[in-house]
């Protein structure tokens, strides 16, 4: 038996190698204590005058971030002066973000966080969370936003059709930079454009919580006896 982070997955192994022993297990998350966390205080506070727009987790290349900054900078920033781009994180391309971040004059508007053991406050004032990657087979991340209310904008990455329902919960667009400029500029010139309901994204965010996924690892342990 093998399981995998998401049904999508299971399909193609499927394909490849034709056998009903391929299961999804989606990662769970852990609802109440997100919602917990969110509520505690942090020393970022953004202004609310702004559109903040974040960036959460590993700074490498895979994740994609700076394909958001290179989109921004193009005409995003000057049409949208009163943007705000954080990036929360750490990783091995840090130090090139901050150097092509000054390059292009943007330091005032991309503002690099760091790590934060508690990134949640942050996130649940984010008018946008971006999910940027080239490549994720799950995407936690996006999970954490829609169950804080925060409106999602992900490239079509495995991960991400399968966290948005192929665009059913949060918006999923093509995996290039043409497509990623086009909808956060469109969010910007008109945030009520984002029309995917805030509360049926958090249903399918709960249907993940760590008490659902205890029951369904007990379901496939059962199947395992059974093989």
């Known amino acids: 038996m093998v399981w995998t ?3 999508t997955i299971a399909n193609e192994l499927r394909n490849i190698f034709p056998s009903d022993n391929f ?13 917990k966390k969110s509520e505690e205080l942090t020393d ?25 900054v290179r989109v921004m900078a ?34 005032d508007k991309v503002i690099l966080l760091g790590s934060k053991a508690n990134p949640y406050p942050i996130l649940k004032q984010a008018d946008l969370l971006i999910s940027p990657s080239k490549f994720e087979s ?3 991340v996006m999970m954490e936003a ?6 999602v904008i992900a490239t079509s ?12 919960y949060a918006q999923c667009v093509e995996n290039n930079n043409s497509s990623l400029h086009d909808a956060i ?20 965010v709960w249907e993940h919580d760590t008490d659902i996924f205890a029951s369904r690892i007990k379901e496939l342990l059962k199947k395992c006896e059974d093989i």
């Not at 299961?23 to 919602?35: K, Q, R």
């Not at 829609?146 to 409106?151: F, G, I, K, T």
């Not at 495995?158 to 665009?167: E, H, I, L, M």
């Open 157 to 168: 990455t495995t991960g991400a059709k399968y966290v948005t329902q192929n665009g059913k």
């Open 146 to 151: 829609m169950l804080l209310n925060v409106p």
């Open 23 to 35: 299961y999804a297990l989606p990662n769970p998350i852990n609802c109440n204590e997100i919602i």
């Open 138 to 140: 799950f995407g936690l």
């Open 74 to 107: 193009q005409d995003i920033f000057e049409k949208f002066p009163n943007t705000r781009l954080y990036i929360v994180g750490e990783g091995p391309a840090k130090e090139y973000y901050e150097r092509k971040i000054n390059e292009l004059g943007l330091s």
């Open 44 to 68: 970022i506070v953004f202004d609310k005058t702004k559109t903040n727009i974040v960036l959460l987790g590993r700074i490498s290349s895979e994740k994609g971030f700076s394909r958001v």
């Open 185 to 204: 500029y469109k969010f910007l010139e008109n945030p009520n454009s984002y029309n995917f309901s805030k509360e049926e994204a958090k249903k399918w």
């Open 5 to 7: 982070v998401n049904e």
